[in-house]
């Protein structure tokens, strides 16, 4: 596989875990291809660049079950060309989502997927990452080839492998929650909303009072 896109379409831009997940995917499929192109959709875009290559893997987070409004300009924009192309790229997605299950993300990989079949481009798999945010946040504490997050390096693995060796078998798509109790992820979660109202000098208590409850 000579050229691959990697696109970032999480609208946090390089602070965000679409970005994490693309830096990890890189990390495992760099040595193996010819010419890597790394695109934001923050930044100006070059539709050819990413129309001339062979392989595309489109992350971004989950916006209320679907795609975020970026990403759906950025396929508006994109569908003419694709349909006009020669060359027809093979397309992977990688979805995270705030929930705990990967399977919430099945609706936003669908989208991706009926693009492909509307516009020529191949439709390979999309990899549904649940926790995405708790994911970049312990980055730097819970490698990814651990056991709590070892479902997703596995996933790169396979997705770097369809990549390099150019596969044409069909795939289901694979989706992929934390390993360990759903009962720490909301409590990891709880505690993270109570540090982050701390750092603008509101207290846990001011979170649950309800000021206008009886306003009406």
């Not at 990697?6 to 997940?21: E, H, W």
């Not at 060359?87 to 989208?111: M, R, S």
Request: charged share 20%.
């Amino acid at each position: 596989m000579a050229k691959i896109c990697f696109i970032n379409g999480s609208p946090k831009g390089n602070n965000s875990a679409s970005k994490n997940f693309i830096d990890e995917l890189y990390k495992i499929t760099s040595n193996n291809i010819e010419e890597i192109n790394h695109i934001s959709l923050n930044d100006k875009l070059d539709y050819e660049v990413i129309a001339d290559s062979d392989a595309i893997v489109l992350a971004f987070p989950l916006y209320i079950d679907t795609l975020p409004s970026s990403v759906i300009e950025f396929l508006e924009t994109l569908e003419p060309l694709a349909k006009n192309s020669t060359k027809h790229p093979k397309v992977y997605t990688i979805v995270n989502c705030g929930f705990f299950e990967g399977i919430q993300t099945k609706n936003a990989i669908a989208l991706l997927e009926n693009f492909c079949l509307k516009t020529g481009f191949i439709w390979r798999f999309g990899v549904g990452i649940g926790a995405g945010e708790f994911m970049k946040l312990t980055k730097d504490i819970i490698p990814i080839n651990s056991d709590i997050k070892r479902e997703i390096y596995t996933a790169f693995i396979a997705l770097s492998e369809d990549i390099v060796n150019n596969k044409q078998d069909s795939k289901e798509n694979l989706f992929i929650s934390p390993n360990f109790p759903k009962s720490k992820f909301i409590s990891f979660a709880n505690n993270s909303w109570v540090d982050f109202a701390n750092t603008f000098l509101v207290s846990k208590e001011q979170l649950y009072s309800t000021p206008l409850k009886n306003s009406f």
